[in-house]
């Protein structure tokens, strides 16, 4: 017994010696992490980056919706309502995250020759990186998102608007490709369902929004505008929307917490006063389809900055309709870029170039085919777009009545708010925050914490907020 | 007692007592004295006086005289070589305080080592911090290395690493499964020279824990058992004036539960209110109970010894629904085959858990819950909860439904042998294991759907939430000691060794939720279901050499090497240095000082460095689906990680100095111990948060340094001694300064933790560099400073505040909305005091145990302003002028009414001061958490062995009174300040808001020796 135990501890003493001296290295060779797909995987960063693409248009559009009064806060003086600084860093970390997805995306679908993919990708790159574009100006590209540069330098706004163009231009290449080894797939693409002709009209419908940005810009080409929009959207089939959630989708969740109340999702006083017949004098179909009832009987929104009169609990106000609105019931879509806005580009640029008979027709269109998106019955659609209101003949047709249709179909989008600082503002009755801490209507937001304080070198200063990004000048 | 040297005083004759005890000594005449020594025990010295039998007993040394101490690696040491502070506590003085986690009843005992325990719950974890934090990374624990028996064990407190799953549960640090009844000792090693020889895991500290192991002779059986009973220690004052309602409407469905009128109001309004408010921040929690039970044995001859013990522990905790379970049982034995030769086994089974609740939430839910109404009245006949209005759901109710059981089953195992070839040379190999299997569930039922159910929000539709966490520690630790004299005075001790630790990990997560049956609490019951897994190996090498030489038993000199190979360095960069140098000398041996004033004294210093590798992963990143789950169900969205890594990752170092002495005067009466050090953390790992423009959130790297710098004291003292009354006193007393020295370029600060306050008052724990590691920032009142300028970072209290002259706040104070210092979390001293009485066979003793200079944010004193709960809200009618300054200096003079709606002035206030601006000032609500508290009594009485002989067969008996916690001095308002609102392994410890109250506790135990 006492030999062979002996022996074993020789034994064991010699066995770790020569596993340390041996095999060290095959020891300590554990560190590969198992958690973690070492390797991007082409469909899943599709579907993430379908997801994540639509998501942010209601991440940014939480808080422009305020700025542009199709929302309005149940706190009196609350800081989004009030042009007051707020700090948006979760968009601006969900908007980048989703980029770096998009990065990866390119660069895995270009070396698997999946263009389609690659061609989605740039698009969905656009698209989220002219959202920054529109809120903040100048952002981080050209040395972004791959890590490489950890605190890279901010592309002048100017140089992120070429940016997003070329992205467009670069998808299309993408897309036209026939050589193309993987091909989309129909259920991790989210957006388009693997359809490859969907997503080049979605680039051309992107492109139409971007270069019917810069209206206030010398070289604004109206008739660059229209070619764009002979190849983008046809029909509401072709809306870029999100239908699929991991939970709730995003503005039901808003109503469905307003209902247990986390209060959220208010009309503004401005919104329900453009549909309820008050502002125009015709009842816009739209706005049972849309808000809830009041207490009262009717449709009552809250004034910007002044908050809620009474306890807020007891309908006193309009809210996101949680079982009847459009934008708020269970599995409500998410709206991104749509067949309606479309129209409604094309008319403005119609317009602008001097076409008022496109321009009319579009925009007749454009709200029928917002009507009709929302399911409004055809007779109610058709008296009010019928009625003298709305149909007051092509020789008459104003760009405010365009950009006051289009307020209504870009409900709840963010490109809403590039629409009124392009207009500047010059909606009827549109009318400044109560308890604004600004002199004048809200022009940009300020960079958010999280970039601030981990970039400091090169975060570039901001002035008031009232003051205008480049586009806007 | 076996193994008792026994010699004739003045000569060399002598034996020793054989395995009974027994012994017998031929004497030259009954007039000479006998001397009697034991290692541990003071010597004595007996006059024969003409006996021929002498009962001896001998008293163990409780001064730490010619002591040998447990050290790195197991290694025992005479405590006068040593060149660093070590003090360790005895299995006895650690079951004074009766204490179920073990970490918890090294409270006071050890000076620079800080213990919190982080709350009352049964089970609860306990935090221990060894001379300050010294790494930045916030998500890593700064917690010492725990070793038992030469073998590392797990003491982490693991908590899931996706937030709000299980980290406001109270989870238990693993020691806390060790049965403290158990411990023979504990030695803590504080400083680098102590620790360099565990390399990079030890970095923190070690906290050395030697097992009761068995002694030749006859079979003893111990027999201990201790029943216990606890209530909350403190509550906070509430108001008792005002009813449920808002804007001082009365309203019994409203959500508000104290902006109403006043109770007399409410009772001419309804009569069915209640005289008075119900105090449910009594009326929910209720007096806890404990029973321990532990039986041990150990004897035998001296080939073979063992020592066995099982214990159970039940324990209900303070707050309803919540308890704790702990069984173990321990084997732990001995071959000697000759003696050259030995072999060692112990295996230690524990299976522990219980319910947890979540007192984060509880505290919160009972802030919401009106005092008109009783919170213990919270079940229907039907099952579902009984509530008011629509809008509340009862807490206990919450607590009731809401489950969370953890169930963990683990072995701790060794076995070790030692061969002595030759007088001078040991070799000895240490094999061991920490395994255990974890299970956590969390349930709860879905809606019943009877009419007139108000559904618990918290419990959504119903879930069951399955965790099980797998966790192997396996350690293998090889020593060749060689020990021999160069020359007459001069001797060496040279260790040679090898040391391989790995652990690995695996946790799966499987979620489900939307139940069909609502109270049938398993998986196959839930109509979704996520699952989550990780996966986690680490392994080391090392080897390491330890050399003592000794001069004439007075001048020590310690060198000591450590290379380490880890696994999570890069392949070309994975091995590490660390020395360290220490030196003893005692010059009253060495100069001969003769016996007077000074005994015994000591001078030592030591350097060292050691370090810390990275965790596990970080030198890759990769893909990970998007949290939350599949979209739709369906489909899973992958994305990049957010942690950029860096390739050229290197471990962190930190240099330590210290330097002590040890002086005892009068015949070691009085004994003083006195410790200095310095340590410097540099290249220390941390996430760098990163733009998220960069592609990534963090960036982990090497990216700063800390000091840590502070004195330790520690005296004992016998004030009185006589043949049946002796007085000690021992006292520890610690201060520590530490400064985050650097960050990396470019980053500013370092959030490491942050809390929930209203109206933007959040409070955050930050690193900024020239700041200590504890500092709270948050939102201040705004103050004058005319034409001089304002610190970015501090106030300046001397000065004015500023008040509103204009606008819907005139007449309030101003908020300063910049983030500014407000408080630091780590205590500028702690201390102890411990006087010890016996009287024959009575013993007593009682300790004061001090924290001073210690700021928290207190998150429930937030609550409690914004909902009227608190006491001072109760001055809401009244009508008062801030003490202040307008803008331009002019002092104010606008009277304000601080209830809401219309005040006496005509004046609309809206929702009131207290929630339109009290509530929105962090500064308010980080307050002074520094006590002072009678942490322990103890009265024992040991009944006379006279009595115990005509049993026959009992030997020893004790009956032993304990209270905990018995008296509290704080300024603090909330509950005890010393718990907290996070984990014990987390270093963001400025939160004491919603926390498990701690708890006073009074027990009872009987011990009996067969």
């Known amino acids: 017994m006492y030999r062979t135990m002996k022996k074993l501890l020789i034994y064991i003493t010699c066995c770790s010696m020569l596993a340390f001296f041996g095999a060290c290295k095959k020891y300590l060779d554990v560190n590969k992490d198992p958690n973690t797909s070492a390797t991007p995987p ?28 199709y929302l309005a806060s149940p706190n009196t003086a609350s800081s989004t309502d009030t042009y007051d600084e707020v700090d948006y860093s979760l968009t ?88 193309g080894k993987i091909l989309l797939d129909e259920t991790r693409d989210l957006l388009h369902h693997g359809d490859a002709g969907a997503w080049k009209k979605t680039a051309y419908a992107l492109k139409a929004r971007l270069l019917n940005r810069i209206t206030k810009k010398a070289d604004y080409d109206p008739a660059a505008v229209l070619t764009a929009l002979g190849q983008a959207y046809t029909s509401n089939a072709d809306d870029l929307q999100l239908t699929q959630f991991q939970s709730r989708s995003p503005w039901n969740q808003a109503a469905v917490n307003n209902v247990n109340l986390t209060l959220d999702g208010w009309l503004s006083t401005h919104f329900v006063a453009a549909l309820n017949d008050s502002t125009f004098g015709v009842f816009d179909p739209r706005l049972p389809m849309i808000a809830t009832l009041t207490k009262f009987g009717d449709y009552r929104g809250t004034i910007n900055g002044k908050g809620r009169i009474g306890t807020g609990t007891d309908d006193e106000e309009s809210y996101l309709a949680v079982e009847t609105g459009f934008y708020s019931k269970g599995g409500a879509p998410l709206l991104i870029m749509t067949y309606a806005e479309c129209k409604f580009i094309q008319a403005e640029a119609a317009f602008r170039a001097g076409d008022k008979t496109t321009a009319y027709t579009a925009y007749l269109d454009g709200i029928r085919a917002h009507m009709d998106k929302l399911g409004v019955s055809p007779a109610n659609r058709d008296a009010y777009v019928n009625s003298t209101v709305v149909s007051i003949g092509a020789a008459n047709i104003t760009l405010a009545l365009i950009m006051k249709e289009k307020y209504v179909a870009m409900f709840l989008n963010p490109e809403s708010w590039t629409d009124l600082r392009r207009m500047d503002y010059q909606y009827t009755d549109f009318n400044m925050p109560v308890n604004a801490v600004l002199p004048a209507f809200i022009r940009r937001v300020a960079y958010p914490s999280a970039e601030a304080a981990r970039n400091s070198a090169n975060v570039p200063p901001v002035g008031a907020l009232s003051d205008r990004l480049w586009w806007d000048e | 007692m076996p193994g008792v040297t026994v010699q004739l005083k003045g000569s060399t004759t002598g034996t020793t007592t054989g395995p009974d005890g027994n012994f017998s000594i031929t004497v030259p005449n009954t007039n000479v004295t006998l001397v009697f020594s034991f290692v541990g025990y003071l010597k004595q010295e007996v006059p024969v006086n003409g006996r021929t039998s002498l009962q001896i007993s001998l008293q163990p040394d409780t001064r730490n005289l010619e002591q040998v101490v447990v050290t790195a690696l197991g290694i025992k040491k005479e405590k006068r070589a040593l060149g660093y502070a070590v003090q360790d506590v005895g299995g006895a003085e650690l079951a004074v305080s009766k204490q179920t986690n073990v970490v918890n009843a090294l409270q006071g005992k050890v000076a620079g080592v800080q213990i919190s325990s982080t709350g009352g719950a049964p089970g609860q974890g306990a935090r221990i911090i060894i001379r300050g934090l010294n790494s930045l990374d916030p998500t890593k624990s700064s917690q010492p290395l725990f070793i038992v028996d030469g073998i590392p064990i797990d003491n982490d407190t693991y908590v899931d690493p996706r937030p709000g799953i299980d980290d406001s549960r109270g989870m238990s640090n693993r020691a806390a499964d060790i049965n403290p009844d158990d411990i023979e000792n504990i030695s803590i090693l ?37 029943f216990g009973f606890e209530n909350v220690n403190k509550t906070p004052d509430v108001q008792n004036r005002f009813s449920q309602g808002y804007l001082g409407v009365y309203d019994p469905d409203s959500f508000w539960p104290s902006w109403g009128p006043t109770v007399e109001e409410a009772r001419r309004l309804d009569p069915t209110h209640p005289a008075q408010l119900f105090d449910n921040f009594k009326r929910a929690y209720r007096t806890g109970k404990q029973f321990r039970n532990t039986i041990n044995m150990s004897g035998g001859t001296e080939k073979a010894l063992f020592s066995a013990s099982v214990s159970s522990l039940n324990q209900d905790g303070v707050i309803p629904f919540s308890d704790y379970n702990n069984y173990s049982a321990r084997l732990n034995g001995e071959l000697r085959f000759s003696p050259k030769f030995k072999v060692g086994a112990s295996v230690n089974y524990i299976n522990s858990g219980g319910n947890r609740v979540n007192a984060d939430r509880y505290g919160e839910q009972l802030i919401y819950w009106s005092p008109r109404w009783d919170v213990k009245d919270f079940l229907k006949p039907d099952g579902t909860q009984k509530t008011y209005g629509t809008e509340n759901d009862n807490p206990m109710y919450t607590l009731y439904s809401n489950r969370f059981v953890d169930d963990v089953n ?194 030592r210093a030591s350097w060292a460095r050691i370090g810390k590798d990275a965790s596990a992963y970080r030198l890759t990143y990769g893909y990970t689906p998007l949290i939350d789950g599949p979209i739709d169900n369906t489909v899973i969205g992958w994305t990049r990680t957010d942690t950029k890594p860096d390739p050229d990752l290197k471990p962190e170092f930190t240099n330590t100095f210290e ?81 985050v020295l650097s960050l990396r370029d ?108 210690v700021q928290k944010y207190n998150q429930f004193a937030n609550f409690m302003a914004a909902f009227g709960t608190s ?30 709606g219309n005040g006496p002035d005509g004046r609309a206030y809206g929702d009131g001061y207290y929630r339109r601006v009290y509530r929105g000032v962090t500064e308010t609500f980080i307050e002074d958490a520094s006590w002072v508290r009678l942490r322990n009594v103890s009265l024992s009485y040991q009944l006379p062995s006279k009595l115990l002989a005509r049993t026959k067969f009992i030997t020893g008996a004790n009956i032993t009174l304990t209270g905990n916690n018995l008296w509290l001095h704080t300024d603090y308002t909330g509950f005890d300040p010393e718990s907290s609102s996070t984990n014990a392994a987390s270093n963001a410890d400025a939160f004491s808001g919603f926390t498990y109250p701690a708890v006073r506790s009074f027990l009872a135990t009987i011990n009996l020796t067969f």
């Open chain 1, 92 to 179: 601006w970390t969900s908007i980048y995250n989703t980029m770096a997805d998009l990065y990866d995306l390119v660069n895995t679908a270009d070396s698997l020759g999946a263009y389609e993919h690659a061609g989605a990708a740039r698009i969905m790159m656009a698209l989220n990186l002219s959202m920054t574009n529109a809120i903040w100006g100048a952002v981080p590209f050209k040395e972004a998102l791959s890590g490489g540069v950890i605190q890279p330098r901010f592309d002048p706004d100017q140089d992120v608007y070429q940016s997003c163009l070329a992205l467009v231009d670069a998808g299309i290449t993408s897309l036209n490709r026939t050589d």
């Open chain 2, 190 to 226: 504080r400083g680098g020279a102590a620790t360099a020889l565990y390399g990079l895991r030890a970095a923190n500290g070690a906290v050395v824990i030697t097992t009761k192991s068995g002694k030749a002779g006859r079979l003893t059986v111990g027999v201990s058992s201790t």
């Open chain 2, 659 to 739: 330097a002590g002495a040890e002086l005892r005067f009068l015949q070691n009466r009085i004994g003083l111990d006195f410790t200095w050090y310095n340590s410097k953390s540099t290249d220390l790992l941390m996430s760098v948060p990163l733009p998220t423009s960069a592609g990534f959130d963090y960036f982990y790297t090497n990216a700063g340094s800390i000091r840590n710098r502070g004195v330790e004291i520690s005296v004992n003292a016998t004030p009185v001694k006589t043949r049946y009354f002796t007085w000690d006193v021992r006292a520890n007393y610690s201060a520590n300064r530490n400064k």
């Open chain 2, 871 to 900: 006491k001072m809200t109760e001055n809401r009618d009244q009508t008062k002028t801030f003490d202040g300054v307008f803008a331009d200096g002019k002092a104010n003079d606008i009277p304000v009414y601080l209830g809401q």
């Open chain 1, 42 to 69: 082409l469909n899943g960063l599709l579907a993430s980056t379908t997801y994540n693409t639509g998501y942010n248009v209601y991440r940014t559009g939480d808080f422009t919706s305020y700025f542009v009064q």
């Open chain 2, 410 to 603: 683990r072995i701790i195992a060794n076995i070790n042998a030692t061969w002595s070839p030759l007088p001078w040379l040991d070799l000895s190999y240490r094999f061991g294991t920490d395994y255990y299997s974890d299970a956590r569930s969390h349930t709860a039922p879905g809606p019943k759907g009877v009419v007139g159910e108000l559904p618990l929000g918290d419990n959504g539709l119903g879930f069951v939430h399955e965790y099980q966490i797998n966790k192997r520690l396996l350690n293998g630790t090889f020593v060749l000691n060689a020990r021999n004299k160069i020359s007459s005075k001069l001797s060496s001790d040279f260790k040679l060794g090898h040391d391989m630790y790995q652990y690995k990990l695996k946790s799966i997560a499987t979620e489900g939720d939307t139940l069909d049956i609502p109270e049938l609490l398993v998986l196959h019951n839930a109509k979704r279901v996520i699952s989550n897994q990780r996966e986690e190996r680490y392994r080391i090498i090392g080897v390491f050499a330890d050399w003592t030489l000794n001069w004439d038993n007075y001048l020590y000199l310690t060198l000591t090497g450590r290379e380490d190979f880890t696994s999570t360095l890069h392949k070309d960069r994975n091995a590490f240095f660390y020395p360290s140098v220490s030196m003893g000398y005692v010059f009253t041996d060495h100069l001969k000082i003769p016996d007077g004033i000074l005994t015994y004294g000591k001078v």
């Open chain 2, 746 to 853: 470019g980053v500013n600060e370092v959030v490491v933790g942050s809390q929930f306050g209203y109206a933007s008052s959040t409070a955050t724990q930050k690193y900024i560099v020239g700041l200590p590691v504890g500092a709270i920032f948050g939102r201040s009142y705004a103050r004058y400073y005319g034409t001089d300028t304002e610190d970015p970072n501090f106030i300046d209290k001397s000065r004015p505040v500023l008040i509103r002259n204009t606008g819907d706040l005139r007449g309030f104070p101003l908020i300063n909305t910049s983030q500014k210092y407000l408080g630091n979390t780590q205590p500028k001293w702690i201390g102890a005091i411990t006087n010890s009485f016996s009287y024959k066979g009575i013993g007593l003793s009682f300790m004061f145990d001090v924290r001073q200079g």
